[in-house]
């Protein structure tokens, strides 16, 4: 991935900040639509920190990508910018028909495979656009901030933020960032606002104590460790660690012994590569004052992504924009979804023999056993854990209970970098059984109607055998 590439990216940022800048007052009611995740609720987070320093009237509304009917009625609202982050570029054609014909400003700075139409009353900023990856070079967060951080350079300890959205959507690979990401994140390290150091990367890591840490972890999921509180107790005592401290008080020799014990009950799993990157590695732990909320980005994209999954995005939005009356709530979100994980990756690993396989994927049905709001998290999980191969695109199909089954599917980057697009696979063997769906190479969805779940796999399983074509990119 080329500096040029990352160049383009920037000055498309500066294209924004352009248009942005003139309409930051308080004339300019702001709608803001994010998605619901960590990547989202990061993404709105910095963007309304900037609309509330120059006291812009604005609203905030995170939903999943929404439907060209909800966006002919989102154009009715009275407000004269529409901001969409981390979706909108999959919707130009609605946005560009309900949104911008009724004369409203639109701005969309998103990740996501898109087409972008001109049009003076538009702004948008999207990787794709300027030759980089979506799905790994940067996310929308880092999207956002690459704009408010030339609007002012008060907003720059926000990059916090930006980096958290990017591990949300997944972006650390084993060597760490690529693209924008990579330029954020060290810049991060020189000004201050991030410190860079190694450690079990386990959620909860300056937040629980290591006991129940060690019961809740689910990233990655350790047999005969998670879930089991006796095994963990017993773990830390013949250690001899506090049972009481967090990780991130334990100090490195503490750390790596107890690395080592887990890697000694890990078995085959401890030459698992993902499993040990997953358990072991590069930890981000902010460096400024200037964000609440948890110090390490791993635990502070937790709490952002569990608030989103747990329909309570505004508590992780409340806490990014620097409210600490909201970290409790947030905080109790974050080990409520960690119960819910550690059930859904409970029953996962206990039906791991009920994964089918076809030439080109692995798929399983989980009926209603398992929420749909956690699969696909969970499943990334399962990969990230070494608890399924990942040797062809994996697909968790459940229930939705209203005629339609959902589908998610994960891809490892490796298989991406090979050509293969579960976005696109997902794509067209939805529509061809009447269903929708889409999204990134390593990372997709789709809803299909119940009766045809059988043909959707053949589909799909077809789709993944022709190949699909979409520019390979070339480092
Ligand atoms: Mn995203």
């Known amino acids: 991935m080329g500096r040029a590439e ?14 942005l800048k ?5 004339d300019t009611r702001t709608k803001v639509i994010a998605h619901t995740d960590a990547d989202g609720i990061a993404a709105a987070a910095i963007f309304a920190r900037c609309l509330y320093a120059y006291n812009v009237p604005f609203t905030v509304r995170f939903t999943r990508p929404l439907r060209p009917s909800e966006i002919l009625e989102l154009g009715k609202e009275k407000y004269s910018l529409f901001a969409f982050l981390d979706q909108g570029s999959s919707q130009m054609v609605a946005i560009h028909k ?19 139409p001109e049009h003076p009353d538009l702004a948008y900023l999207n990787p794709h656009q300027c030759g980089l990856n979506g799905a790994r070079d940067v996310s929308a967060s880092g999207g956002v901030y690459s704009v408010v951080e030339h609007i002012d350079r008060s907003f720059r300890p926000l990059v916090g933020l930006a980096v958290a959205g990017a591990i949300g959507d997944r972006q650390e690979v084993f060597s760490g960032f690529t693209g924008v990401n990579d330029v954020l994140a060290k810049r991060a390290v020189d000004l201050g606002f991030l410190r860079v150091g190694e450690g079990l990367r386990l959620i909860g890591r300056t937040l629980s104590p290591v006991v129940e840490c060690l019961r809740l972890t689910t990233k990655p999921y350790i047999a005969g460790i998670s879930g089991n509180l006796a095994a963990c107790r017993s773990l ?25 014990a887990i890697f000694a009950r890990a078995g085959s799993l401890a030459t698992n590569e993902e499993f040990c990157h997953a358990l072991w590695g590069t930890t981000y732990t902010l460096g400024t004052e200037d964000l609440v909320g948890p110090r390490e980005l791993r635990d502070y994209m937790a709490m952002l992504n569990a608030c989103g999954d747990l329909h309570k995005p505004e508590f992780g939005l409340a806490v990014a924009m620097g409210d600490k009356t909201a970290q409790s ?20 690993v206990s039906h791991l023999g009920s994964f089918k396989l076809t030439p080109k994927l692995r798929y399983i049905y989980s009926g209603s056993a398992v929420d749909p709001a956690m699969i696909g998290e969970a499943l990334s999980r399962a990969m990230e854990s070494g608890l399924i191969a990942i040797d062809r695109p994996i697909i968790w199909l459940t229930d939705i209970g209203t005629g339609e089954i959902k589908v998610t599917a994960r891809s490892a980057p490796r298989l991406a970098m090979q050509g293969v697009d579960v976005g696109r696979a997902l794509e067209r063997a939805a529509n061809a059984v009447g269903g929708w ?8 969805s789709a809803r299909v109607p119940r009766g045809r779940m059988d043909e959707f796999i053949a589909k799909l399983d077809q789709t993944l055998s022709r190949g699909v074509e979409r520019p390979m990119l070339t480092s």
Do not use: C, Y
């Open 236 to 260: 830390v005592n013949t250690l001899g660690i506090s049972p009481s401290s967090t990780l991130a008080e334990l100090g490195p020799k503490a750390e790596r012994s107890l690395r080592d």
């Open 437 to 444: 769906g889409g999204g990134h190479d390593v990372a997709a």
């Open 98 to 116: 309900f949104i911008l014909g009724k004369g409203h400003d639109v701005i969309v700075m998103d990740h996501h495979v898109g087409e972008f």
């Open 22 to 26: 003139p309409r930051l007052s308080s």
């Open 329 to 348: 709530e947030a905080f109790a979100m974050l080990n409520s979804h960690q119960e819910q994980m550690l059930g859904a990756l409970g029953w996962l």
């Open 6 to 19: 990352i160049r383009r990216f920037q000055r498309a940022a500066d294209e924004v900040v352009s248009f």
